[in-house]
């Protein structure tokens, strides 16, 4: 199972990478293992600010169809537009080629209320 040391993660399984005032958000690898092969992403929230916990898009794999919500609280700035094509990526690379949204925070003190790996991987049992 991979878990990168520098993401934060929530009890959802969704992860946070921060680059300044701006944030990627995807999906964690226990995530897309438990959810199998991924066939579609939507997400049609580009351009909102949501809330710490609102949804953002949902993640469809072949038996189920997922909500994924906000780690923190922002501005949804950009959709990963390969996933339109390639939903798959999630499946084989879920921390680079495959991120989901890329926000900017309104509140970076919120990464703080996130789980590092290690105590992320103690929620999964890893």
Do not use: C
């Not at 390969?82 to 990526?89: G, H, I, N, R, S």
Request: glycine content about 8%; proline content about 5%.
């Amino acid at each position: 199972m991979n878990i990168p040391e520098n993401f934060k993660f929530t009890k959802e399984h969704e992860w946070l990478r921060v680059e300044g005032e701006t944030a990627y958000i995807g999906v964690s690898d226990f995530a897309q293992h438990e959810l199998g092969d991924i066939v579609f992403i939507e997400v049609e929230t580009v351009g909102e600010p949501l809330r710490k916990g609102e949804a953002f898009g949902t993640i469809e794999a072949v038996k189920t169809v997922s909500d994924m919500y906000m780690p923190v609280a922002g501005e949804v700035l950009e959709y990963n537009t390969l996933l339109d094509a390639k939903p798959e990526t999630i499946n084989f690379d879920p921390y680079v080629d495959g991120w989901i949204i890329k926000i900017k925070m309104t509140d970076p003190n919120q990464v703080n209320d996130l789980m590092d790996a290690k105590s992320y991987k103690a929620h999964i049992g890893a």
